[in-house]
């Protein structure tokens, strides 16, 4: 069945460090995927998506391409602050008539100042 | 706009007992679903329904859990009775399709011990 593959955490990190995430999947069909974030006491957030091969999701300063020869979805960003300290899920998503998300495990992400 | 609601936002039980978690989602998204996230690991699917219609329960312990989703807009999930294993957050989320990517909203969740 499809499954999803992320970097054990916790990943600890000096502010205004480089960030890579590593996350690998796989899929049947061709999936949607997705990075997540989860704030200290917070719900899920969509930090950014992606559905095809060679797409390319931002936001907020991170940014991750859908890579289909490799399977893969790293997550990068090129400066990190205290802010996103946070826990980063991975995941895919195969449209059907019963679609539904599956996450990685989630890698806890600490910066410090 | 607003966000998925849940409530309440923790709760303390024994085992045994009986719980119940409410989740109001987005308006006018016809999807919704429950998840369970144990302590370090990602979210698990529990069910999905579309408008008031079961979708996909196959990961639902039927013995003890269950779920509605009345008037397909407002949905209760319920665990009778409790077991130690069920703490978790409980995670509610609804979806809007575009262009045929499904992008899922999720709520604060529920916060669960069971003692």
């Known amino acids: 069945g499809d499954s999803v593959t992320q970097m054990e955490g916790p990943v600890t990190l000096s502010e205004e460090a480089f960030l890579t995430i590593n996350c690998t999947y796989t899929?049947?069909?061709?999936?949607?995927l997705f990075w997540y974030v989860q704030y200290p006491g917070e719900g899920l957030q969509l930090l950014l998506k992606a559905t095809k091969a060679d797409d390319k999701g931002s936001n907020k300063g991170f940014e991750a391409t859908y890579r289909k020869e490799t399977t893969s979805f790293h997550l990068e960003k090129g400066s990190v602050q205290v802010s996103d300290s946070a826990v980063y899920f991975c995941a895919l998503s195969e449209w059907s008539s019963a679609s539904k998300i599956i996450f990685g495990s989630g890698t806890r992400l600490s910066i410090r100042p | 706009e607003a966000g998925v609601a849940q409530s309440p936002r923790y709760k303390i039980i024994e085992k045994r007992q009986s719980v119940a978690f409410w989740c109001n989602p987005i308006s006018g998204h016809a999807t919704l679903y429950w998840y369970q996230q144990i302590l370090g690991q990602g979210p698990k699917l529990l069910i999905q329904f579309q408008n008031n219609g079961v979708v996909d329960d196959s990961q639902l312990p039927k013995d003890r859990f269950s779920a509605e989703r009345l008037k397909g807009v407002d949905s209760t999930l319920k665990i009778q009775p409790a077991k130690l294993e069920d703490s978790a957050v409980y995670l509610c989320a609804s979806s809007l399709v575009v262009a045929g990517v499904e992008t899922q909203y999720f709520g604060p969740g529920t916060r669960l011990l069971v003692l």
């Open positions: 899929a049947t069909g061709y999936p949607s």
